[in-house]
């Protein structure tokens, strides 16, 4: 693994310069050389751009940090902040490899989970008790959660079990193709080849339609299958989408605990209420619906719909997507 870092004297893109000219030629021959040479690079904290002359005329963003795959796939969680500038016209680069940690990470649902055996099973149980009864939202919070967990532990279980199954089929095949260099194989031993590599083959295919489905690459739709290439893609996606710093009241904060906070209370002020005092309507001269109408809005979805619904959307999408 390497890492190559330094004043480059080029820029990316347009937003990298600030009262300075771009050159769109120069900029391209930049991101030629670093994308065939497999070069990646972190989201840069701290400022925005690394040089200013001494006269602050202009801005620009030349000084980097770029990683090889191997470096990015180990710490897709490294970050890379710009300091001040006391002594130079250029920031000091700093690249850190430690995790701060954020908490859990959230829970997903792969769709090549529903092609296996049991997690039909997992549903059911959790829904056990809940058929006929009326459903409140805590209640239907409470399954959620206890749905979440069994997944977890199912798939736990599961994944075990799979690796456990492919492992023997890979040494089985590999016993297989080792007698064949001493002798010509029966029908059995073929037919036991061939099983064989199917499994595996169906196994990959769907660790690949998971990486596609986390990725969520046009490439990877089409049916690129370097997931050498898709897991430095995921990571980069990863690498960039961290917040690793934030500006809270003038103080730029690293700890997670005051992040989540801030990002909290910012959430919080845009969804609150603006007006404590809302208008409010008597209801005259409106149209009403008659009973059978309101009927028909508060009642239970039957399995029919649902399935209707679901079935209805593609593997990748969700209703309303």
Not at 27 to 48: C, L
Not at 169 to 174: A, D, G, S
Request: with cysteine.
């Amino acid at each position: 693994m390497w890492v190559m870092a330094g004043d480059f004297n080029a820029v990316r893109e347009e937003e990298d310069r600030m009262i300075s000219r771009f050159d769109n030629y120069n900029a391209s021959v930049f991101n030629m050389f670093i994308a065939e040479t497999g070069m990646m690079e972190y989201q840069m904290g701290g400022y925005k751009f690394t040089y200013m002359p001494d006269d602050g005329s202009s801005l620009s963003k030349i000084n980097r940090i770029l990683v090889c795959d191997e470096f990015m796939n180990k710490w897709p969680l490294a970050k890379v902040k710009a300091l001040s500038r006391y002594l130079s016209n250029h920031s000091p680069l700093t690249l850190t490899c430690s995790i701060s940690d954020f908490g859990p990470i959230p829970f997903k649902f792969y769709n090549s989970w529903l092609e296996l055996e049991g997690i039909q099973g997992v549903v059911d149980r959790a829904l056990e008790g809940y058929g006929n009864e009326e459903c409140s939202m805590k209640d239907l919070a409470g399954i959620l959660k206890t749905l979440k967990a069994d997944i977890k532990q199912w798939r736990k279980e599961a994944k075990l079990k799979e690796e456990k199954e492919l492992q023997e089929i890979k040494t089985e095949v590999e016993d297989i193709e080792k007698v064949a260099e001493a002798r010509r194989l029966t029908i059995a031993e073929k037919e036991k080849r061939i099983e064989g590599k199917w499994k595996i083959k169906k196994y990959e295919k769907r660790r690949l339609t998971d990486l596609k489905q986390k990725a969520k690459m046009k490439w990877a739709k089409l049916g690129d299958e370097n997931s050498k290439f898709i897991h430095g893609i995921i990571n980069c996606r990863k690498a960039k989408n961290r917040i690793n710093a934030l500006w809270i009241n003038g103080k730029r904060e690293t700890e997670p605990k005051e992040i989540k906070k801030a990002v909290l209370e910012s959430f919080s002020g845009r969804f609150k209420e603006p007006n404590s005092k809302r208008p409010s309507l008597d209801g005259r001269g409106f149209r009403q619906l008659t009973t059978d109408q309101a009927k028909k809005l508060i009642e239970d979805f039957s399995k029919e719909e649902i399935k209707e619904a679901v079935w209805a959307c593609g593997s990748d999408k969700a209703p309303g997507a």
